[in-house]
Structure formats: structure tokens, C-alpha cells
């Protein structure tokens, strides 16, 4: 086991004067070890009194001596470096130009063990004793060396800065807060940074979170778009598959027709052979004056009778396959039909994806201002006597023709916005009369649907007594609203609230819920009523 040098060992074998093993070391007259370089310094020193001594026992020389080295305490020194019986280091126990040095040693200083935040001082481990022992001291605040002590110091009342004002964003002294930090709002500098310690924790834990959820969205994408190409690619096979069947169906009719001719054509041709041959004959037997061989003759010639074939021959010029191309063409527009009506959910699913630390919801005016969004209603979306104006921003109603109730529950379907609404949106309607319905609905919604009684259409009905909300059912609400109603939409969240507006905003009714597909703003007046979708500043 490696030895420890002994207290006695260290003190014969150091020079007095660097404190550390002896270097080539030499023995003065007085018996007396030195490393060379040290005891040539101090003389060099004395040169100006003309004497030199010894710095332990001060005895003088008239001359200064010749110095040589002590080969005996070389080897001793070089054989205890080599079995490891040495002191630590001298740059491990003094303080070098890098290092804290002990503010109380005095010559060559010791590093500093700590440091006290309250003294303010740093100490080595024999001085900083007293902080462990005396009670008073025990209650200081010991930290690492630190060669920053004074900026704990207040320049203006030279006390320790304890305080943190949270106002001014500094650190202060208890009598900085009698003076220029009067009524600030202050706490002990370790309560501050405890809090920032805690943000800092927390804000470690959020972007532990955001790279796990980088590294979740980057897996599922990755997972979706091989999916994806896996699921287009079985489709695509699958038409090539149908493809190939239509062609190959094709090909074999058409090989079965056309032989089925090439045998009519052959018998056809036959007949006319036939024809044509007995044609020569009558010729010929007409020609003869023998009238009892023509009679003889005539039968087997007028055997001939009309092609049982050509009553079979139907022709249809350019009409054979056509009605193929027509029904393939007919799949085709029915699969783009379906890819459009597929393709708003398929991006929306996509554009809906969206990691973010959540933002608040809004509770003040302004903040729902900042998710205003212009609507302008979209006549085509009604059939009735409706009157649009401000650019189509305002729609009014006037009292129905007999001709124009005739369908009463599409006259109560509502007049849908142009815009498309995701994400957060903000809207605001102004509405005056007997009453109006404010809400928002898919696009998909059929005429015959009508706002009270479907699952597609969020709405609020306001009247000048009541007020009533729909959605599949009638939901009755409290109070009565003001001409000025607030329509708040989270998409993502699924959140759709209503508020009065007047001086303040107050919640009407809110909604949580799920939405599957983009929404659209949508407004029903009743006779004489109008509502207005206010164009935000």
C-alpha cells in the first residue's frame, strides 16, 4: 500500500524557504539544506548589506559560500519521490495564479477550501475551521472558492447583498431597501434563486418533452408516409389489376365476335359461290330451245332459297366497345368524387397535426382580438327572399312569399360564411329584430336539414326575450343577450364559446367537443330581422 510521508519526514526534507521538496538540494556551513535556486535568491538579496546568512538560524559569513550540491539528500529525495513517501504537491496545497487564496494566511498563501458569502472572505481548510466550531459562524453561507466575493458587496452601503428586488431586477443590501428600493417588491436573494432554479428545471422538463415529442412526430411520420405509400400503392395495383381484367375481357370478346363474323363471312361467301354458280346455270338453261330440258333442269335450280344468315347481321357502326369506355369513364368520376370529398379530411388530419406548448385561451377582448377573422356570407348557400349588403358581410330578411315557406324546413337552414375556419378564429355579429340565429356548420350540411335538429350545425338563437342554444337538441339558457355577440373558435381544441359584448364580455354558452372537418360561419334571420358579421380593426 502506498505510504504517506510523516509530518517530520516533510519538514527535513523541504526547504524552509519555497516550502516544497528539495530541488538540487545543498548544505550551507551551518548545516542547514536548501534548494540551490532558493538559497542563491536570498543571497542575491543581501548583496547590498555585504553579509549573508542563514534564513533559519541567521548565522552570518563573512564570504559567501561556495555552494555544492548534496548528493546524499538528492538520492534520498529522488528514492522517496520513486517509493511515493512525498508530501502532495506544492501547487495542490498553495494557491497558484488560477487559484482562491486563503484571505487570512500571510506569506505564501494556502488555496481556499471555501468561500463565506457572509464574512466575505475566503478561507483554507486550517482557517476555515472556526466555521465549523464557534455557533455564530455555523450559520454562514459556505460555497465553493470564489475570487468573485466583492460583487456580493453593495458599493453604496458596503453590506452583503442579500436581497433581491424583484422591480429593478438586482441585488441590494437590507439598507439599499430604506433608500432608492423604498416599496419595491423584494425577496431574500435565495428565495429568487430558488425560483429561477425552478423555471430553469421546468423549462428542462418542456424541452425534454419537445425533443421526445420531435422524436415521436418524426416516428409517426415516418410510420404514416410508409403507410400511406403502402396503402396508394395497394390501390394503385388494385386499378392496374382491374385494368388488366378490363383489358383482357375486352380482348377475349373481341376475339369471340370476331371469329363469330369470320364464320358468318365464310358461309356468306359460300352462299355466294352457290349463288353465282347456279346464276351461270339458269343462264345457261334459259338459252335452251328444248323445252322438255329446261323442265327437267329447273327444279334443282330453283332449290335456291333466301341466306338464312344475312337476317342475323346486325351492324352498329362505331357503337361496339363504346359503352365500355363509358361505364370505365363512369368509375373514373365516381373515384374522383370520392377523392375529393376524402381529400378535406385527409388534409385536414395533416394540418391539424401540430405540436406546440399550449398557448392560453384567451379572457380579454384584446386577446381575442388578435384571432379576428373577416366573414362575408355566401348567398348561394339560400334560396329565399334575403337581402344581402355591406359586401355581403350583412344579410337581411323580409316577410316570406307563400311560395317561399312552401319547403318549411330548409327555410330554416342557415346562410353559410365563404371562409373556411381552422385553427383559432374570432368573429363578432351585430343582430337587431325578432330574432336571429348565429352559429357555425360543416359544409356538407343537405338542404333539408334544418339548424335545430342535426349534428352538423352549432347555433345560437337570439331573441329579444330568450335565448336558446342547438345542437341535436334545444338547450335553454339563462338571461337575455346583447345586440353584439362574440364567436370564439378552437379547432384543434374543440372549443366554441359565444359572449355578449357590451362594456364587457360575458360567456354565453361554450361548447367542447370534436370537430372532424373544417367549419363555416353562418347566420338565419327571421321576418324583418338582420344580423351583420362586423369587419374587425
Known sequence: MEQKMSDLEQENLSCSICLDLLKDPVTIPCGHSYCMNCIKDHWNGEEQRRTHSCPQCRKTFRRRPGLKKNITLAALV???????????????????????????????????????????ASYCRDHLQPHYDAPPLKKHKLVDPSKNLQENICSHHDEVMKIFCRTDQQCICYLCLMDEHKGHETVSAAAERTEKQQKLQDQEKDLKLLQQEVEAINVSADKAVEDSEKIFTEMIHLIQKRSSDVKQQIRSQQETEVSRVKDLQEKLEQEITELKRKDAEMKQLSNTEDHNQFLHNYPSLSALSESTHSSSINIRPLRYFEDVTAAVSELRDKLQDIMRDTWTNISLAITEVKVLLSEPEPTTRADFLKYSQEITLDPNTTKFNLVFSKGDRKMTSVLPKPSDVSDTISYYKLVLGRESLT????????????????????????????????????SLHCNVSFSTFFHKTVTMLPGLVSSRIGVYLNHRAGILSFYSISETMTLIHRVQTTFTQPLYAGAYVQGGSSVEFVKMK
Open 423 to 458: 385553427g383559432r378564429c374570432y368573429w363578432e355579429v351585430k343582430w337587431r329584430g325578432g330574432g336571429v340565429v348565429i352559429g357555425v356548420s360543416y359544409k356538407n350540411i343537405s338542404t333539408g336539414e334544418a339548424y335545430e335538429f342535426n349534428d352538423k350545425t352549432w
Open 78 to 120: 529522488e528514492d522517496l519521490k520513486k517509493t511515493g513517501l512525498q508530501a502532495d504537491p506544492a501547487d495542490h496545497c498553495y494557491a497558484g495564479p488560477e487559484d482562491v487564496a486563503c484571505d487570512v494566511c500571510t506569506g505564501r498563501k494556502m488555496k481556499a477550501a471555501k468561500s463565506c458569502l457572509f464574512c466575505p
